[in-house]
Every structure is written in C-alpha cells, then in structure tokens.
C-alpha cells in the first residue's frame, strides 16, 4: 500500500491517502494535548506506543464481533485502516466516576457506578466537545436513532471485552471515549474508528488507584512516558 498526500492533522495524528481510495494510513504522533487543546506538551514516542496499543485492542474487540477500521500495522506510527466518514459524535462510557462526571456532580474519584454511564458529546474542539443528547444528535443529523443505538450497543459491548482484559493485566478501565463512522466501501457500515489508547481511557493500577494514563501529563504527575511504556507491555504481552 503506497502512501499519497497528507489528508488531515489532527491533536494526536496524521491521516494520509493511500493507492487505493477505500483504505487510509494513520500515523500517531508524539503530540499530547489537554483541555481542548489547551495545554500542549510532548509525550516520547507516544505515537509508537499508542499505535501498538490500539492495533492490540482493535484485534481484541473484533474479535469478540465489534467491527473497526483497523486493517494492519504497517510499522511503529502507522496502521492502515479502512476509510470512515466520521460521525461527529464522542461516545464517552464510565465504570468509575472520575474526572468531569466527578466535577458535574460534585462527587470525589473513584466511586464506582452501580451501571455504565454513556454520555454523547458533539465532536467540535471550538466548542470544547459539549454534552449532547440523542434529541440534538438526530435534529442537527449527525446521526440516526439507529445509528446511535448501535454506537451505544457497541459502547456497552467493547466495554465488557476490555474490562475483562484489562482486569486480567491488574488494571481497572475507569473510562473512555469511542468514536465511530460509516464505511462507504461496505455500504455505509458503521464502524469502530479513531483509536483506544491512553490518550483516551483512563486506566488505574488495580488496588493502589495509580494512573496508567494521559491524566499523568493534564495534571503534571510526571513518569508519562513510563506510564504509556507500561500500558504497551500490559496490552501487547
């Protein structure tokens, strides 16, 4: 697969065409942002470590029957995926309260939620990602009833498939954000895209409640780096 011209940057990405129109390469990059882009910074070799992490997980979801994008690894930044027609919606599911569900509700981390939480956000850093409902989503058409039914089924399916994984490895998913588009090469099919990774997932130590994500470079915790190294061999091994 040969790679053509640059197509978009994102925050923590770059997505390039390829020889064939139906497939993409995406390429993760050092960049670490917080806040809506608000506080920048570098995390070493995230990009490595994050396209490691996702290609894993992104084989682990499919197959337990949620379909992605992913395609392959192509090297250490880069994987080819199919091409998605985004849905400008974030799919955001908490186990634990934690971080803004902990500020909207004026309740401390940590407690753990009797069920899943799945809050929608618009998909817009201009507007810092505002929470949105089912109502809005379908009256601006961003996305149909059924879509968001699906979205919201495989939400709640790709959670219990990483919670048993990531239990296993001693680490508890506290949270994380999901975002889904329609493949034009399979009919519009909704697919699981963009990636799942630290950046994306709270991840805490099992136990000791020690922060295993991108929290450690929004709140200056410092080890960053050995935070996400430590994810990669968790995931990977």
Same mark, same amino acid.
């Not at 390829?18 to 070799?45: C, E, L, W």
């Not at 990483?162 to 506290?174: E, K, P, T, W």
């Given at each position: 697969m040969e790679r053509r011209g640059q197509l978009y940057e994102g925050k923590a &990405?770059?997505?390039? !065409? $390829?020889? @064939?129109?139906?497939?993409?390469?995406?390429? /993760?990059? *050092? @960049? !670490? $942002?917080? /806040?809506?882009? +608000? +506080?920048?910074? $570098?995390?070493?070799? &995230? #990009?490595i470590f994050n396209n490691h992490i996702s290609s894993k997980l992104f084989q682990v979801v499919e197959k337990e029957g949620v379909p992605t994008h992913f395609v392959k690894t192509l090297s250490d930044r880069e994987m080819l995926v199919q091409k998605l027609d985004i849905i400008k919606v974030e799919v955001v599911l908490r186990n634990v309260v934690? %971080?803004?569900?902990a500020k909207r509700m004026g309740v401390d981390e940590g407690r753990r939620l009797p069920h899943p939480i799945i809050d929608l956000h618009l998909k817009n850093d201009a507007l810092d990602d505002p929470m949105i409902n089912e109502d809005t989503i379908s009256a601006f058409g961003l996305g149909t009833r059924e879509e968001l039914a699906q979205m919201r089924a495989y939400a709640l399916k790709v959670n219990q498939?990483?919670?048993? /994984? /990531? %239990? %296993?490895?001693?680490?508890?998913?506290?949270d994380f954000k999901l975002e889904f588009g329609r493949c034009p090469s399979q009919g519009g099919r909704l697919l699981l895209g963009d990636e799942i990774t630290p950046d994306?997932?709270?991840?805490?130590? +099992?136990?000791? #409640?020690?922060?295993? @994500? +991108? @929290?450690?470079?929004?709140? *200056?915790?410092?080890?960053?780096?050995?935070?996400?190294?430590?994810?990669?061999?968790?995931?990977?091994?």
């Open positions: &990405k770059i997505v390039y !065409a $390829t020889d @064939d129109p139906a497939y993409y390469i995406q390429y /993760f990059k *050092d @960049d !670490a $942002t917080a /806040f809506n882009a +608000k +506080k920048r910074g $570098t995390i070493v070799s &995230k #990009g934690a %971080g803004n569900l498939i990483l919670q048993s /994984f /990531f %239990g %296993g490895r001693n680490v508890d998913l506290v994306g997932c709270r991840l805490w130590e +099992k136990g000791t #409640g020690r922060k295993l @994500d +991108k @929290d450690r470079f929004r709140r *200056d915790l410092g080890q960053v780096e050995e935070a996400y190294a430590e994810v990669e061999r968790l995931v990977t091994r």
